[in-house]
């Protein structure tokens, strides 16, 4: 094997070392997109049931009429200025544990643990 064969070889195992980690990284990417598809569909599910028990609470109550409840939604909906069908973002807090950012959606901080003292009961989850 002549010089020119070995640096030929180290740089194919360069490049492999390369595509290899890369295929690690896009893994890691697809993991964590599956983990978060999952966390807004516990979310979404969690949302749509805590709306029909208002809804259904409010019907047994004696109702309320449809139109109503879009007029809400819509003037809910602009209280951020826009028509977008969102609710405003959620607040981001900074954690009493750990001094981490902790979004308000989550009943504990993901790093550390520690309860969120300011999650909201509509968007919580574990
Ligand atoms: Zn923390």
Known sequence: MDLFDIAWNMRQSQQINAVRSDA???????RDSN???????????????????????????GGIE??????????????????????????????????????SRHLRCIYCGAENPEADVFRSKG
Do not use: F, H, M
Not at 24 to 30: D, H, I, W
Not at 50 to 57: D, K, T
């Open 24 to 30: 690690s990284e896009a893994q890691r990417q697809v």
């Open 66 to 103: 449809e139109q109503a409840l879009i007029d809400k939604v819509n003037e809910i909906d602009l209280r951020d200025g826009r028509l977008d069908g969102k609710l405003s973002g959620a607040k981001v807090r900074t954690c009493s544990g750990c001094n981490r950012p902790v979004n």
């Open 35 to 61: 983990v978060r598809v999952a966390e807004l569909e516990a979310a979404v599910a969690k949302l749509q049931l805590i709306a029909q028990a208002l809804w259904e609470i409010q019907q047994e109550r």
